[in-house]
């Protein structure tokens, strides 16, 4: 059965914009403290996932190297836009690639209607 | 070895690396970059296991990547065993019980081996 637990927006400086669970079971630590601790996962895990890669990877952007990790009870779907906003959205770990579907996410629902929104602030949570 | 796996690394229990192996010519990372590298996943795999949304906590086993991708064992003892290979290589997981089960025999059987 797949299964989707949450998902998190955050911008480049790690403010989290917007954060959505469902089915979520487990919540060994406060809210604040898991985003934060989840924001900087992700950024060293981006920083070696650039560095591993092979020499012919080199030229292509940082932010297109990391897709997605697996534990063996979720899988963490990654994309960042050049902006440097990372859309995160953790599922059961049989689900495929999902960053298809997070780019749709941001360009037909965050670009429609946060960015074209002129009443939400850029760099504060979401609340429209 | 197939020629599509890169790089071998194993890292004890405490996250420092003990063992690396390269089996591609290219990006040949100095040690220095390794020992950091494998260490800092060390601690990337604690992390993402306690970040767990639901069922038991387990730390990262797969990373996957546009150029290569990145497959964990983690054994009972907090022995790591990490390979770098290309996107399209499947079955690496038993790959790498298949290399525990050489150092188990090999390294922790040899009288002369100290951790």
Known sequence: ?128 | MPQRCNTLFIVNKAGGLIYTRHFSKENQLNVNDCLRLASTFHSMHAIAGRLTPAGAPSGIETVEADTFRLQCFQTPTGIKFIMLAEPMVSNLDNLLRQIYSLYSDFVLKNPFYVS
């Not at chain 1, 914009?17 to 996962?41: C, P, T, V």
């Not at chain 1, 997070?102 to 946060?114: A, P």
Request: charged share 20%.
């Open chain 1, 1 to 128: 059965e797949k299964m989707i637990y949450c998902f998190y927006l955050f911008d480049r400086n790690g403010v989290c914009l917007y954060y959505e669970d469902w089915n979520r079971s487990k919540k060994l630590m406060g809210e604040a403290e898991e985003q934060k601790l989840i924001f900087g996962l992700l950024f060293s895990l981006k920083a070696s996932v650039a560095q591993m890669r092979p020499n012919a990877g080199e030229n292509k952007p940082a932010i297109e190297a990391l897709h997605c990790y697996s534990t063996s009870s979720y899988k963490l779907h990654y994309f960042e836009t050049p902006t440097g906003l990372r859309f995160l959205l953790l599922t059961d770990p049989g689900v495929p690639s999902l960053r298809e579907c997070l780019r749709q996410v941001y360009s037909h629902i965050y670009v429609e209607y946060v960015v074209k929104n002129p009443i939400q602030p850029m760099g504060q949570p979401i609340t429209c």
